[in-house]
């Protein structure tokens, strides 16, 4: 009997796709809350924000290296391995943080302000900022937990930890930002803060639920006695390139809202509500995408890598059907949708064009995102690097050209996406097909 059939893949994604979907609530959240703010805190939270998720996609990368190594030991039935690999994570990521924190604390301003034109808006991305950074220390603990139970296939707990996580979030948003329950209204600063203690929740979350139900003789959270310089460099090997990958990828997008920035606050505030939806679209790819991630390192580790393209090709059928469900919906109400974020009637109507350019670059991201971290899964991140910047070469000079030289409308720019999901998919197809990824060792 086959083990990964579509049962078994929708038992292992399913938790991951309620656990993004409760986690974007708070991407939701921030930004219909502050759509009823004004458009310089909607333009604000969209640069404030993608700078730290900038930062986050370091620490993710990273998660994401540890992640294919527990899942490849898991696979052996090594499971003392898989905690040993969390536990030097979390080492590690703490010295990170605590640099880049440092970094942020006296650079960021600078690096912003060469970003933004809008005084107005740097001023309110420099007040949210200056809260925002410090969940780092939190984010650290939270991707490597996450890492950890999505290696072992465990992902129930990815559910309820990011339902706790998106009630608190909602509950202190709507405390902070507008000024309830005795609370001074903060606005945007409210986001911020919000946002930070809604991690810390998390955080506290997954090490309650680890040290009353995991068996941590098995998996190996009883052995810990130094920094296992082997070992780190071990998941540096596949993180290092997966670091680079997210922190590019992410770079680009923030270049994205650069160009559109130059065009003023009004479309930047359509382009942040675009970007909004469009990360919810994502969540079920981003579900499948790890779980095809973890799968195959899995599948790889029980030495069974004749069944690795079926895998990727059932993956990619669930993801595909899912996302024309969700793209179909969209199309078909697309001002119901935007009226969540904003009740500003222009605002609404100049978004529709590109709620329509994003469907299309989702329908292809629906396979184009399982291939791709399908060729991470097999341990050839530096292969997947290569790839990914050979794209948003492309990208950029597309949003360059689209954005800041022609200032061409906003649903125009957002078909760089399109763009970078075709490439994405043509790149990894041909190395699934042709590469010699089978004998890959991590």
Known sequence: MQKYTYKHIWNVSFPIITGLLAQNIINVTDTAFLGRVGEVELGASAMGGLYYICLFTIFFGFSTGAQIITGR????????????????????????????????????GNIMRAMISSEVIWEATM????????????????????????????????????????VTNIGLDYALIFGHFGFPAMGIEGAAIASVISEFVSTLFFTVYTMLTIDRKKYGFTHFRSINFKLLKQVLEISIYTMFQYFISMSTFLLFFVAIERQGQHTLAIANIIRSIYIVMFIPLNALSATSNTLVSNIIGEGKTGEVMPLIRRISQLSFLIMSVCVLLLCLFPKTVLSVYTNDVSLINESVPSIYVISVALIISSIASVFFNSVSGTGNTKSALILEIGVLILYTIYVYLSGMYMKLPVHICFGAEILYF???FIGSAAYLRFADWQKKKI
């Open 73 to 108: 030991r898991n696979g052996e039935k090594n499971y003392a391995a898989t905690g040993h690999v969390m536990i030097q994570g979390m080492f590690f990521l703490m010295i990170l943080t605590i640099i880049l924190f440092g970094l942020s604390y006296f650079y960021a």
């Open 127 to 166: 007040s949210f900022l200056k809260w925002r950074i410090t969940g780092l220390f939190f984010v650290i603990f939270n991707v490597m937990f996450r890492a950890f139970y999505v290696g072992i296939t465990k992902t129930q707990v990815l559910t309820a930890n990011a339902v706790v996580m998106a």
């Open 422 to 424: 075709a490439g994405i």
